[in-house]
């Protein structure tokens, strides 16, 4: 029974993690772009957040509500002004351009925050459980999270298949020049989907605030989780992603188990034995013929 509850604990960590890389797999497979930036974006979304919360007091899934169109206009903003600029046969670019950004963003939220802690209360479904034998509870908050994470995915892979708007990210992702040719305005679908992207990044930065303690140096380990789970769950794919975030969450509550200090570094192993198994993920997307 332990070992059990701890695999279902892992599941649904694995919910959280599936949104912080959701939003890197969006901006990679339509853009081609490495974020560097993106756990730094992750944590700002939380400050955001925080930032309402405190001098409101308002409920911090209200924020949602906010933080979301907040955060994808920012998207659209940066992607139009900036990293549209930097898009082109050299992948080293936008690397450098988001790597110096996540600098710009830790160093703006340390100036303006301090470094201390923060957190944001969400009242009684923070402690809330539901028992289901003897030996076995599920956290209401933990399970909404692994909710929130699959209609958020199933949103996203209704606009990509059902929707125009999911037509231009299709044909823009596969061949950006044909796709020009074919009158799609490809910066304007580009600057869509980063602002998609950061508006999935916001809810996971809300939902991480809620679950647990945050500062402005937090974002690279948020950023290394969203890669990971990328990784191992395929690059591009959806499903994918929330497969590799419960594969890593299980992993990590599974070490945690064996050794407190162990949970970290088992989420890095599974990843590295899955790496050299299937370096393109176990689901990687492959082009419809």
Not at 42 to 58: D, K, Q, R, T
Not at 148 to 167: E, H, P, S
Not at 276 to 289: A, D, Q, R, V, Y
Request: glycine share 12%.
């Amino acid at each position: 029974m332990e070992w059990l509850n701890v695999i279902i604990q892992g599941i649904l960590l694995g919910g959280l993690y599936a949104l912080f890389a959701t939003g890197l797999s969006l901006s990679f497979g339509v853009m081609r772009i490495i974020n560097m930036a993106h756990g730094d974006f992750i944590i700002m979304s939380a400050y955001l957040a925080f930032a309402v919360v405190h001098p409101l007091g308002i409920n911090p899934f209200y924020t949602i509500l906010l933080i979301v169109p907040l955060m994808a206009c920012f998207g659209y903003v940066l992607q139009k002004l900036v990293l549209n600029k930097t898009l082109g046969n050299d992948i080293l670019a936008p690397l450098l351009v988001t790597f110096g950004m996540s600098i710009i963003v830790q160093n703006l939220l340390l100036e303006i925050f301090s470094a201390d802690f923060r957190g944001l209360n969400a009242g009684a479904v923070e402690v809330s459980s539901i028992q289901l034998v003897s030996d076995i509870a599920i956290g209401v908050f933990p399970l909404l999270t692994i909710v929130i994470a699959i209609a958020v995915i199933f949103g996203l892979q209704y606009i990509f298949y059902n929707t125009k708007l999911g037509i231009c990210f299709r044909a823009t992702s596969d061949d950006h020049v044909t796709a020009q040719l074919m009158g799609i305005k490809t910066k304007h679908i580009y600057a869509m989907a980063m602002g998609l992207a950061l508006g999935v990044t916001a809810i996971a930065g809300v939902l991480l605030a809620i679950r647990t303690n945050f500062d402005p140096a937090a974002g690279p380990l948020q950023l290394l989780y969203a890669f990971e789970v990328v990784i191992i769950g395929g690059l591009g794919s959806f499903w994918g992603t929330l497969i590799g975030g419960i594969i890593l969450g299980v992993a990590q509550t599974i070490g945690s188990n064996i050794n407190p200090g162990w949970g970290i570094l088992a989420g890095h192993l599974v990843f590295i034995i899955i790496l050299m198994i299937k370096p393109n993920g176990l689901f990687p997307k492959t082009k419809e013929k």
